[in-house]
């Protein structure tokens, strides 16, 4: 029986999701990867990060549309991926960067707040000036 054409029009949107979700992860991927590493340990990585990403993607599909995996679902996976890596990747990467950057002072401003205390407390019990 073939499938309604809500059901192909849902298969296509969640492909289409699914390649921007990976090029999502490769954006962070990237942040995170650093540079002044031996190409083994890259090459081990890039393969680990795949992995996950195959894994994250296929359990997205399985609770989208049931894991349905056609050659279309991978030609829009793919086309998608491209088109968001080109066009969208350099925004979103600034953005991306943008909100580690944020959420690393604000960890650090509330770890010196935790911490503060913590120094007043002992330089008073160690007579420490």
Known sequence: MPLSLEA?????????????????????YNI???SKIPKIILFIEDI???ILTAIIIFTFLLYTNYAFL????????ILTLIIYLKLISPKV????????????KFIRIILKNII????????GISGKK
């Open 93 to 104: 990467l600034k953005l991306e960067l943008y909100i580690i950057s944020k959420i690393g």
């Open 32 to 34: 995170i990867r650093g």
């Open 8 to 28: 192909q029009f849902n298969i296509v949107l969640y492909s289409i999701l699914s390649g921007i979700l990976a090029g999502i992860l490769f954006d962070l």
């Open 48 to 50: 680990l990060f795949w």
């Open 70 to 77: 056609g050659p279309y679902v991978y030609i829009f996976m």
């Open 116 to 123: 503060y205390p913590i120094k007043i407390i002992y330089y």
